[in-house]
């Protein structure tokens, strides 16, 4: 039990079209999920934290207007990169906090994006 | 506030010796800590996790942890390397008393390179 999926896991788009990455936990409910981003060779960023059905909360220097956050149901978060650019491009990665298994966060397989 | 520093960025080891990955962490509240590996292009595995029991604890592929609250470390460790142990490591750690509770802080992570 506990997966985290992410969808989808590989995307290339053109530079200033956005692009919408679904994370989703499939058999459990997760009130707060977190959403990373990691740069080649380097560690996970923090970007926000994602609460359901209330505003995600955006860590310092990460654009809210850039990083759109959706947080619609117990099983389901959505980053949506608005107008991206190849600065842009990374691998996002998703966890879920599981609040019966002592907010144990469980992270998904990430989603490769290039912004060409 | 909680950190984490992982003390070395390259670890280079032979197969079939022991493998020392060392983690310091900082922490304001108790709490749990955890270890993840990451093969390139794939998402996280976690390895194994503190979580104020058993302060020496067990995980995954016969590696383990040892938690010391007075040296504040999480050192990873493993009797024998094997060549699929190669990958990045990360060493992470999460509050859980405060407003941020699960907020997990990454280290810089620590290529492991198994040598034949």
């Known amino acids: 039990g506990a997966v985290v999926s992410q969808h989808p896991s590989r995307v290339i788009c053109k530079s200033g079209t956005s692009v919408k990455i679904e994370c989703r936990s499939l058999?459990?409910?997760?009130?707060?999920m977190f959403w990373y981003r990691q740069f080649p060779k380097k560690s996970l960023m923090l970007m926000a934290t994602?609460?359901?059905?209330?505003?995600?909360?955006?860590e310092q220097g990460v654009e809210k207007d850039k990083f759109l956050i959706n947080h619609a149901s117990l099983t389901l978060s959505t980053l949506t990169v608005t107008s991206a650019h190849p600065e842009d491009s990374s691998f996002y990665i998703c966890?879920?906090?599981?609040?019966?298994?002592?907010?144990?966060?469980?992270f998904g397989p990430g989603t490769r994006l290039t912004v060409l | 506030a909680q950190s984490v520093t992982q003390l070395d960025s390259h670890v280079s080891v032979s197969e079939g010796t022991p493998v020392l990955l060392r983690c310091n962490y900082s922490?304001?509240?108790?709490?749990?800590l955890f270890w993840y590996v990451q093969h390139p292009n794939k998402g996280l595995q976690l390895l194994l996790k503190?979580?104020?029991?058993?302060?020496l604890v067990k995980g995954i592929n016969g590696f383990e942890a040892e938690f010391k609250k007075s040296e504040t470390s999480f050192h990873l460790t493993k009797p024998s390397a094997h060549m699929s142990d190669a990958a990045e490591y990360f060493c992470?750690?999460?509050?859980?008393?405060?407003?941020?509770?699960?907020?997990?802080?990454f280290g810089d992570g620590t290529t492991l390179t198994v040598k034949p």
């Open positions: 966890s879920a906090r599981e609040r019966l298994r002592n907010n144990e966060q469980f």
């Open positions: 922490s304001s509240y108790s709490p749990s």
């Open positions: 994602s609460n359901e059905g209330s505003k995600a909360t955006y």
């Open positions: 992470v750690v999460s509050d859980q008393g405060n407003t941020n509770a699960g907020k997990s802080t």
């Open positions: 503190y979580t104020s029991a058993a302060t």
């Open positions: 058999d459990f409910q997760a009130t707060t």
